[in-house]
């Protein structure tokens, strides 16, 4: 397909699916190419379609337009190219005419570091993240920790005042004024401590009962009366 741009005749191509638009001048520079051959025996007023890779196609025609010079960038392989200049028909190709883009390098390179700047500032928020999440857990499993203490703590403060009533009721229960509680093992391990035993005999004078002591041997605690209750 041939047009007239002003003074200018042109060709369009269609190489896969992109639109390539080349001065016939240029082609005719070039004229045991593929390109500059289809051009010449074409008839239709379509473009021209070329089944073939668009971007290393542009990479062609910088061949064409800078006699041999093409600047690649770092992503792009200069065998893939050669190979497509082959395919164009293109002969004597010197490679070392496709050099690597030096801007396109220090580019790449800073999009690299870039990209790694931000991976590490990910990294270092979602650690931050972790750890206050840690630190989180960390007080909820205290929290937790300390309110089961509590509760451990209530219910040997119910324990003990269960065993001090029981104790009393075993004192209104007699009328002698001395007298003892049998207890089994988990009673005593309940006054296992001196600081069980002062509460439960606060606990005891509370409800009228002297305690006298607590006998691990015999399994009883022995107590009396207040005077002035038993009075």
Known sequence: MQE?????????????????????SLLQSYPDTVLAQKASTETTTLP???DR???????CLDYMRNSGKVYLPETVSKEAVVEELKFLGFTDIDG??????????????????N??????????????????????IFQLE???????????????????EMLALRCFKAGVDTAENQFY????????????????????????NELGLSQAFVNPSSSRIEFK????EAA
């Open 4 to 24: 007239k741009q002003g003074a200018v005749a042109t060709v369009k191509f269609n190489v896969g699916g992109k639109l390539y638009e080349l001065s016939e």
């Open 48 to 50: 021209i379609f070329l």
């Open 53 to 59: 890779d668009p971007d290393r196609f542009a990479y």
């Open 96 to 113: 070392s005419m496709l050099v690597e883009d030096s801007a396109s390098k220090l580019r790449t390179a800073a999009k690299f570091q």
């Open 115 to 136: 990209i790694l700047a931000q991976s590490y500032q990910r990294m270092a928020y979602k650690e931050h993240q972790i750890d206050k999440t840690k630190t989180h």
């Open 142 to 160: 205290q929290q937790i920790k300390d309110r089961h203490q509590d509760i451990a703590e209530h219910n040997r403060q119910i324990e003990l």
């Open 181 to 204: 509680f049998g207890v089994n093992r988990d009673m005593m391990a309940l006054l296992s401590s001196a600081d069980k035993q002062i509460r439960f005999a606060s606990i005891c």
């Open 225 to 228: 009366k207040r005077i002035d």
